[in-house]
């Protein structure tokens, strides 16, 4: 199921989608959070507000790393026996998805990167 | 008759002016939208040539503070709004139906209509100057200094009244163009053998349908407060101007990448053409542009590094500014990868390609120093900004465009422009450009401000003399510009006639004649190649001689092929509008709501909506072809139905793109609540705490119920009862008009006027969006009741109830989100 998911449009850009969605809840927590004084709060070495950033960024990045290898096993499944009309468009398709997906895959990074980086507030 | 004929019958426009301004034909409104963007070019790089004489050199006395404000307003919003988006949209327009195989976009009475909004938005703009109250708020319009206090007068008025018209016409664009790209591809040419053009234009649609409706929704806002005191902005009654930042750059950035993607789109098509082969890794191209599409609208904030957001906050958005570098990178390497492996020749077209490499790579790479906040911080609002904006925008933007004029001429005309008068347009501008821009980058970093009149001698003779030398890099663009106008008119009028595909290239607007009929495609051809025309050279001939699917138009009935998403299989033939007022007179009236509404006649514009109703339902009810057979024989052995009786007919498509439109509109909205809330002690603040459940609980019930009444009503479809289909219909229209009545009574139970504070202003707006789309769905309602009374809604004809169906879902989601936000969320947040 997963890997005709991935051969639809939207399954192809899904990584894309959940790079968005991780954005705007990093950005929004950073606001939220930091009116609400949560990175105040010690926990585990560290303060509530960018374990909060880090613990939806893991998840994020484990999905996106997810969908780029069923794109892979979508390219590759097709790319086995002939070369008819639909086995072009999945292996195109399952590419593209697996590309889009280490582009996400990077661009979460970048934005993680800040978070162990910087204070969350100033 | 023979078969010519009967497609110049089916497809021309009506003679004389009456043809003119009741054409809908893409090929037609595509060159207006071309030509009237070229004007709007001019007369905005006139301001310009103003602006440069005031900045000569310091303390100079051509305009004064007023006139250089209203004129750099004028620049900036006259170039952004009224060139750079239209003109790439009507290139659009224009190329795309004959790229992919189609006789025409799916929608053309909305380009058309797209059009007139365009172009009586652009004139209502400039209305302003007449009057003396030209907009003088920046092109960006930052509020409190656009609020009623500190521009007094109708200047901001114009503004956001015109632009938003204007931009009608982008959004309008975005729809035709997606259903286009979507569903009408020629057959054969599945996802991944589109041409390279058409992912560019397919992923800038969806940017538009994303990308204006923040900045729509920002500008009504504003408007609201400016004509009836409501509150957004104002941060002594709980507003935020930053709210304004927020939504403007919202849309401000992706339409940077809204205006550069379809002009490298250009770029990408050319290459291979002046390349003699194939592009190099089409699917990285791909890749890119759906990457560039989905990161540009992470780079927001970049713009507001200095309004005091947390430092991490501001490091996410450098960091998707960084990551946008990524697919731009990968697009150049595919180019120069492409001229490497080919065989490239040099002509006008190419040229400007290379001097748009040369300019957008150094455009590029300030943006990544402008990119990091310390950086920032030195440079912003300076020169530097300036000559960075207009690297990105004339090389990202500009020079593509030209590029693409010079390559696509003789295919509009038939004719081909001089070549040694290109090459000195091309000069002209270049060198221009640079001497022009390229000192900025000093001005700026030694300090000289932007947006500002004149500036200080104390900023050093350098600072002055670099001034004089951009003001006569000035000169040098415009005597460029004339050379530009001058060759077209020479290439229209004299050119030289020319073969039907003179630069050899492989895509398939190139194989239908120049100039090409208004049919495009006498039969519509079976594509089995992503370079077409260099596969199958045949395929031209085959075209011209009626060929291929729909080649027979003796039913007078304009018609094209839908097929599927993805695999461009043959679903159903689409019959098209032709000529007709509607489009006109409903811009027309839109325009004179406008007027009516900046003179704060509100009962004259009340009327006017009432008129535009009643037109929009005559438009509905004549569009396509309602009496077409249901099966119709597309020739060479295949049958289709017609469009209407398909589920995935066009207009379904063009609804679910509007409706994220409309989401997108709503989601800025919801933004707008929570954030001027976390920006304030109290959200509700004291005496405007949320007043009792029942009658929204109620109104949530009413309007669930309505969606299982029209359910009912649209199973009652496939059974061919058209009676139980009009019954359900109109419980569901009850039940509706419950909804709102809800809403109405829940607002008056509330009771706090909207002046009184932005959280009241907030319910009001929320509770209108609801009571809006509720208004609208009613009509929507009373349409589908017509249409089955007058036996054109049923089982074989279902594509207005699943129109009415999707966007009854949305209002009802719409509804109950709205609700929640009103009336949950204080008591549980």
Request: charged content about 10%.
């Amino acid at each position: 199921m997963a890997i005709s998911w991935s051969r639809t449009l939207l399954g192809s850009v899904s990584s894309l989608i959940l790079w968005a969605v991780h954005f705007v809840a990093v950005y929004s927590l950073v606001g939220v959070g930091c009116e609400e004084g949560w990175q105040r709060t010690p926990v585990l070495g560290t303060n509530g507000l960018t374990l909060l950033l880090v613990s939806i960024t893991l998840p994020a990045l484990s999905l996106i790393a997810w969908i780029g290898w069923v794109g892979w096993q979508s390219h590759r499944q097709a790319s086995r026996g002939g070369g008819s009309e639909d086995r072009g468009r999945w292996r195109f398709l399952g590419l593209i998805t697996l590309a889009l997906a280490v582009l996400a895959f990077i661009s979460i990074i970048m934005t993680a990167v800040p978070i162990m980086m910087l204070p969350p507030c100033n | 008759m023979t078969a010519v004929a009967d497609m110049k019958r089916t497809w021309a426009n009506a003679p004389g002016l009456v043809g003119q301004l009741t054409a809908v034909n893409h090929g037609t409104v595509g060159l207006r939208f071309v030509f009237t963007g070229l004007a709007f070019l001019l007369i905005g790089g006139l301001f310009a040539m103003f602006m440069r004489l005031q900045l000569a050199w310091p303390g100079n006395t051509v305009l004064d503070h007023d006139l250089y404000n209203q004129f750099v307003t004028m620049h900036g919003t006259t170039l952004m709004f009224l060139f750079a988006v239209p003109v790439l949209e009507g290139v659009a327009m224009y190329l795309i139906p004959k790229m992919i195989g189609a006789r025409d976009v799916p929608f053309p009475r909305l380009g058309a209509f797209g059009y007139w909004c365009y172009l009586f938005g652009g004139v209502f703009l400039y209305a302003g100057f007449l009057v003396g109250e030209a907009p003088r708020g920046g092109w960006f319009m930052y509020p409190p200094m656009t609020g009623k206090d500190f521009t007094p007068g109708l200047s901001a008025d114009f503004w956001l009244l015109g632009v938003t018209f204007a931009e009608v016409a982008a959004v309008a664009a975005a729809v035709e163009l997606i259903v286009a790209i979507l569903k009408t591809r020629a057959p054969g040419m599945a996802i991944q053998r589109m041409p390279l053009f058409a992912w560019y234009i397919l992923a800038t649609a969806f940017m538009i349908a994303f990308g204006f409706p923040p900045l729509i929704l920002a500008s009504v806002l504003l408007e609201l407060e400016r004509a009836f005191g409501f509150v957004f902005y104002n941060p002594d009654l709980g507003g935020d101007p930053l709210l304004w930042q927020h939504l403007f750059w919202l849309f401000g950035h992706p339409d940077v990448y809204i205006i550069f993607l379809p002009a490298v789109g250009v770029v990408s098509t050319l290459i291979p053409t002046f390349a003699r082969r194939p592009i190099v890794g089409y699917l990285w191209v791909v890749l890119a542009v759906i990457g560039t599409a989905f990161l540009s609208f992470g780079l927001w904030v970049h713009h507001m590094y200095t309004v005091g957001i947390p430092l991490l906050a501001l490091s996410f958005f450098s960091a998707a500014s960084m990551a946008v570098a990524i697919p731009a990178g990968i697009q150049v390497f595919a180019w120069i990868a492409t001229l490497w492996n080919g065989r490239p020749f040099i002509r006008t077209p190419m040229l400007f390609i290379l001097g748009f490499f040369a300019i957008f790579v150094l455009g590029g790479l300030t943006g990544v120093m402008v990119a990091v906040v310390p950086f920032d911080w030195q440079v912003h609002d300076t020169h530097f900004v300036v000559a960075h904006l207009h690297y990105v925008l004339i090389g990202g933007m500009l020079f593509p465009l030209f590029a693409g004029i010079y390559y696509w001429l003789p295919l509009v005309t038939g004719r081909a422009a001089s070549e040694g008068f290109g090459r000195v347009t091309f000069w002209l501008l270049f060198t221009g450009f640079n001497i022009t821009f390229l000192p900025m980058h000093f001005t700026g970093m030694l300090g000289m401000t932007r947006r500002a009149y004149t500036y200080s001698t104390e900023l050093g003779d350098s600072v002055a003399w670099l001034n004089l030398l951009s003001s006569a890099g000035g000169f040098v663009i415009a005597v460029g510009m004339i050379a530009f106008v001058v060759d077209l008119v020479l290439a229209f009028r004299h050119g030289e006639r020319t073969a039907d595909n003179p630069w050899q290239a492989a895509t398939l607007e190139w194989a239908i004649g120049a100039p090409p009929p208004p049919w495009n495609f006498r039969g519509i051809p079976t594509v089995t190649d992503r370079d077409p025309l260099w596969e199958r050279p045949e395929l031209a001939t085959g075209i011209g001689s009626g060929q291929g699917y729909l080649a027979d138009a003796a039913h007078g009935r304009r018609e094209t092929l839908g097929t599927s998403l993805r695999a461009a299989e043959p679903e159903s033939v689409i019959r098209l509008s032709g000529s007709t007022w509607y489009p006109l007179i409903a811009a027309t009236l839109l325009t004179l709501f406008l007027t009516a509404f900046l003179l704060a006649a509100y009962g004259i514009a009340a009327m006017l909506v009432i008129a535009a109703v009643v037109v929009c339902w005559g438009w509905l009810w004549t569009t396509g072809d309602a009496d077409a057979p249901l099966v119709i024989d597309a020739g060479h052995g295949l049958s289709l139905p017609t469009h209407s009786a398909s589920y995935e007919a066009p207009g379904v498509w063009g609804t679910i793109i509007l409706l994220l439109i409309h989401g997108s509109l709503f989601a800025s909205l919801v933004f707008g609540y929570y954030f001027l809330g976390l920006g304030v002690a109290e959200w509700p603040p004291p005496g405007h705490e949320p007043r009792g459940l029942a009658v929204p609980a109620f109104g949530a019930l009413a309007l669930l119920a309505s969606g299982g009444a029209l359910d009912r009503a649209r199973r009652h479809l496939r059974s061919a009862e058209g009676g139980r289909l009009r019954l359900y219909t109109l419980i569901a229209l009850l039940l509706m008009a419950v909804f709102l009545a809800a809403l109405v009574q829940s607002l008056f139970e509330y009771g706090a006027p909207p002046q009184s504070h932005a959280y009241a202003s907030l319910v009001s707006a929320l509770t209108g969006f609801a009571a809006l789309h509720a208004v609208i769905a009613l009509l929507m309602a009373a349409f589908v009741w017509a249409r089955s009374r007058q036996g054109r809604l049923d089982a074989d004809r279902p594509a207005a109830m699943q129109v009415v169906w999707l966007f009854w879902c949305f209002t009802a989601g719409a509804g109950l989100v709205a609700s929640a936000v009103i009336h949950l969320s204080p008591r549980l947040l």
